[in-house]
C-alpha cells in the first residue's frame, strides 16, 4: 500500500465552524506533513510531525491545530477560519531514515471558506 | 529574489515533442533537487530525484542537475497528452531534519496537445 488517503475530499464551512480534516497511511512512514496550496502556486508547508511529535511548524495561525493520535493518522482542526484560507490541504508522508525520504502526497482536501 | 526560480508557463507542445522544463536557484547548499508532476485537483507526485549534480533517466523522462550554474532541467521524451499537467522542481538540504522542508519553484503548466 503505497497510498495517503485524506477525507474529506470537498470541505465547505462557514467561519465560525469548527471541523477536521483527516489523513491516513499504512506505509509504515514516521514523518507526516501538512501543506496548504492555493491556485497556481506551489504547496506551502504547514506542520511536520516526526515520530508523532510535532517538528516543524511554520507559524502558522492558532487556527490550524494539527494532531497526529498515532504513526498512521494525521488530522487538521479547523476554527473561526477566514475566506482567504479556501485552498487546497494537502497530507504527505515519509520515512525517517537516511537523508534522503520521498514525501508522497494524498489527493487532498479542497476546503472553500464561506 | 526567490530561491528557486520557474517560468510558470503555459508550455504548449504537439505530441511527440521533446519538453524541456527548467529551473534556477540561489542557495548552493542544495543537495537533493525533485521533479514532481502534479494532475489538475490532485496531490503532487513525485517523478524523480537526484543528488547533488548529473544526469538520471527513466524512461521517456531525464533529468539533469548542474551545480556549477544552479541550474535543473526536465526532459520529456516523445510527450504524450497524458504528460499534460503542472510540473513542479523541489529542492532540498542533505540532512534528514532539514530535508523535510522543500524549497519550490511556482510550477510550469504543460499542455501537449494530439
Known amino acids: 500500500d503505497t497510498e495517503v488517503t485524506q477525507t474529506p475530499k470537498h470541505l465547505v464551512m462557514g467561519m465560525t465552524n469548527k471541523k477536521s480534516l483527516k489523513c491516513e497511511q499504512h506505509?509504515?512512514?514516521?514523518?507526516m506533513y501538512w501543506y496548504k496550496q492555493k491556485a497556481k502556486k506551489p504547496p506551502e508547508l504547514m506542520f511536520v510531525y516526526s515520530y508523532e511529535k510535532l517538528s516543524i511548524n511554520e507559524s502558522v495561525p492558532s487556527r490550524f491545530s494539527p494532531e497526529c493520535p498515532n504513526s498512521s493518522l494525521l488530522n487538521l482542526h479547523l476554527h473561526a477560519l477566514q475566506p482567504e484560507d479556501s485552498a487546497l490541504y494537502l497530507c504527505?508522508?515519509?520515512?525517517?531514515?537516511?537523508?534522503?525520504?520521498?514525501?508522497?502526497f494524498g489527493p487532498g482536501t479542497r476546503l472553500t471558506v464561506l | 529574489q526567490k530561491e528557486v526560480e520557474q517560468d510558470p508557463g503555459p508550455l504548449s507542445v504537439p505530441e511527440g515533442a521533446i519538453v524541456s522544463l527548467n529551473c534556477t536557484y540561489s542557495n548552493s547548499a542544495f543537495q537533493y533537487f525533485m521533479w514532481y508532476r502534479q494532475y489538475s485537483r490532485k496531490g503532487p507526485e513525485l517523478l524523480m530525484y537526484t543528488y547533488s549534480s548529473g544526469n538520471k533517466e527513466d524512461g521517456r523522462f531525464t533529468a539533469q542537475v548542474d551545480k556549477s550554474s544552479k541550474y535543473i532541467s526536465l526532459f520529456i521524451r516523445d510527450s504524450q497528452p497524458s504528460d499534460s499537467a503542472t510540473y513542479l522542481c523541489?529542492?532540498?538540504?542533505?540532512?534528514?531534519?532539514?530535508?523535510?522542508?522543500?524549497?519550490w519553484g511556482l510550477g510550469t503548466s504543460l499542455a501537449v496537445n494530439p
Open positions: 506505509m509504515g512512514h514516521r514523518a
Open positions: 504527505a508522508s515519509s520515512q525517517e531514515r537516511g537523508s534522503y525520504n520521498e514525501q508522497f
Open positions: 523541489a529542492m532540498s538540504l542533505y540532512n534528514a531534519g532539514n530535508n523535510r522542508k522543500l524549497i
